[in-house]
C-alpha cells in the first residue's frame, strides 16, 4: 500500500536550516510483544544492554558551577555523584565508597574539598583519588593493594547538559547525539539556571512516560483543554540513534476547536508572554501565532537577545526533542523544559517522571519561562537560589499543572492494559513515529545490535 505521511498538514514556518524535513527511516509496521512494558525479566535487559550501555543525562552544569560543587544522578539500582573539577571540567564516580560500599553522597548536591564517606571516614579527593584510609595500619597490605579510588564513570557535557555512561567503550557524546546536539546549542543551555524541579512517582512503566510524552495524538481525548491553543498538526523527525523531533505550533486552535476567531485565555496567556496586552490585541485567534512570532523578534532587537538564529516556529512552538533513551527537551528561546523517566530499581511497573525547568534570566520586563510551563509566580528566576528537588510519592497528587495531572491519571490505566491477555502490543500511527523510532532502536540493543 502506498501510504504518505505527508498527507496531514505541517507547520514549519520560515525556512532555517534546522526546520526542513528529514527523510524518514522505514522502522517498520510491526508491533512489539507488550511483555516489555512489566516483565522483570525485559527490565533486567534493559538496564543490563540499555541503560548501562547508553549516555544518560545526568544533570545541569549550572549546578555545580565551582570547584568541588556536585550533584547527585540516581537512575534505577544505581547513584552517581558528579563534581566540578579544579581545571573546571566534570567527573562523575559511582557513588559507592570500595571498602564496604556505603553511598558517600547523601543530598542532592553538595560542596566540598573531598568526599568522607559515612561509615568508616575512609576519604577521596574532588578527582576520586583515596586520600585517606582510617587505620591503614590494620589492613593487610594485600587487601590494599586493590583498588581503593572511587570508581569512575564516563562523563561529557554538551550545551550544559552533563551526560554520564557506564559504558567504558561508548562512543563520543557529541557522536551519539548527532545533529541534535548542534539545535540544542542554539538554545544556550549553559547560560540557564534551574528554576524549578520535580519529581513524581507513577504507577507505571518508564516506557509507557516516553511513549505518552512522545506524541499529541493523545491531546484531544486525554487534555481537550488544549485544543483551544495547540494545532495538533506537527512536524516529526526522526534521527540516527534514536533520537527525534517535533514541532507543536502553539496560540493556535487545534482544527478540531470549534472556535477558531476568538482569542481565548490559553491564547492570551502566549500572547502575553511574548509581550503583547491580550486586551489591546485585535486579531484573531488564528492571527495569534504570527504576532508572537513577529512580537519576540521585536523584543530580541530591542534587548540584542539574538533570535536571528531562530526560525519563526521555534519562537512561537514548542520544539521537543527526544533523547534516547529516557529524555524529552522541549525548547523555547526563553527556557527548556526537561522531562526526564527513571525507571524504579526493582519494579517494571513504577517510574519517576521528573520535570526540570530551565530558565535563562535577563533583565527584561516581563520575561518569564513561558506560561505553559507551570512555573510557580513566586518562583525565584534570578538564579540566585536553586530551588529544592519536590519528591511526590505514589499516590499523592504529583501537582505538575493540570496537563501533567492528567497524564499522572492515565498512565496507571494504560499500564494496567499492557498485561492483558487481549492486548498484543501497540498500533502505531504515523502521528506515533516517535514512539516506532524509539523502540525500534530499543529492540536494537536488547538484541544485540548495538
Ligand atoms: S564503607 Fe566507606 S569507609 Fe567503610
Ligand atoms: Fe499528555
Redesign the pocket.
Known amino acids: 500500500m502506498n501510504f504518505d505521511f505527508r498527507n496531514w498538514d505541517i507547520h514549519v514556518g520560515d525556512p532555517h536550516p534546522f526546520n526542513a524535513e528529514r527523510p524518514r527511516p522505514d522502522n517498520g509496521t510491526h508491533r512489539p510483544d507488550p511483555s516489555r512494558f512489566f516483565t522483570p525479566e525485559y527490565w533486567t535487559e534493559e538496564w543490563d544492554k540499555v541503560f548501562t550501555k547508553t549516555w544518560l543525562l545526568a544533570g545541569v552544569e549550572s549546578d555545580i558551577p565551582e570547584e568541588g560543587d556536585w550533584l547527585r544522578f540516581e537512575i534505577g539500582p544505581e547513584s552517581f555523584v558528579v563534581v566540578r573539577q579544579a581545571d573546571g571540567g566534570v567527573r562523575a564516580f559511582y557513588n559507592v565508597c570500595p571498602h564496604r560500599g556505603s553511598q558517600i553522597a547523601l543530598a542532592d548536591f553538595g560542596s566540598a574539598n573531598s568526599f568522607v564517606c559515612p561509615f568508616h571516614s575512609w576519604k577521596f579527593d574532588i578527582d576520586g583519588t583515596n586520600t585517606h584510609i582510617t587505620d591503614r595500619e590494620t589492613f593487610h597490605p594485600d587487601v590494599l593493594c586493590h583498588k581503593t579510588d572511587l570508581t569512575e564513570v564516563r562523563c561529557e557535557v554538551s550545551s550544559g547538559l552533563v551526560f554520564i555512561s557506564m559504558n567504558d567503550d561508548v562512543m563520543p557524546l557529541a557522536e551519539y547525539l548527532g545533529e541534535v546536539a548542534e539545535h540544542l546549542a542554539l538554545y544556550e543551555i549553559q547560560d540557564m539556571v534551574v528554576v524549578q524541579h520535580k519529581k513524581s512517582d507513577w504507577a507505571a512503566n518508564w516506557k509507557g512516560g516516553v511513549d505518552?510524552?512522545y506524541e499529541i495524538y493523545?491531546?484531544h481525548a486525554?487534555?481537550p483543554q488544549t485544543q483551544a491553543v495547540m494545532d495538533d498538526r506537527t512536524q516529526i523527525d526522526l534521527f540516527p540513534n534514536g533520537m527525534s523531533r517535533q514541532f507543536v505550533p502553539f496560540a493556535q486552535p487545534s482544527p478540531r476547536f470549534p472556535d477558531q476567531e476568538t482569542v481565548n485565555l490559553g491564547i492570551q496567556m502566549m500572547l502575553a508572554d511574548a509581550g503583547i496586552d491580550p486586551e489591546t490585541f485585535t486579531g484573531t485567534a488564528q492571527e495569534s501565532r504570527a504576532a508572537i512570532q513577529k512580537a519576540k523578534r521585536a523584543r530580541s532587537d530591542k534587548y540584542g537577545l539574538g533570535y536571528e538564529r531562530f526560525s519563526d516556529t521555534q519562537l512561537s512552538d514548542s520544539t521537543i526533542y527526544g533523547l534516547f533513551p529516557n529524555i524529552q527537551i522541549g525548547c523555547h528561546p526563553e527556557a527548556v523544559f526537561i522531562h526526564r523517566f527513571l525507571p524504579d530499581a526493582d519494579d517494571p511497573k513504577r517510574f519517576t517522571y521528573e520535570t526540570i525547568i530551565l530558565f535563562k534570566p535577563e533583565d527584561i520586563p516581563g520575561h518569564r519561562p513561558p506560561a505553559w510551563m507551570g512555573l510557580s509566580p513566586d518562583a525565584d528566576i534570578t538564579g540566585m537560589t536553586r530551588p529544592d528537588i519536590v519528591h511526590t510519592g505514589l499516590g499523592e497528587p504529583p501537582e505538575l499543572g493540570e496537563?501533567l495531572d492528567?497524564?499522572s491519571e492515565l498512565l496507571p490505566i494504560v499500564q494496567k492494559g499492557a498485561r492483558s491477555r487481549g492486548f498484543a502490543g501497540p498500533l502505531w500511527s504515523e502521528q506515533e513515529a516517535r514512539l516506532r523510532h524509539f523502540h525500534v532502536e530499543l529492540d536494537r540493543y536488547i538484541n544485540g545490535e548495538k
Do not use: E, G, T
Open positions: 505518552a510524552f493523545h491531546l486525554v487534555h496537563v492528567q497524564d
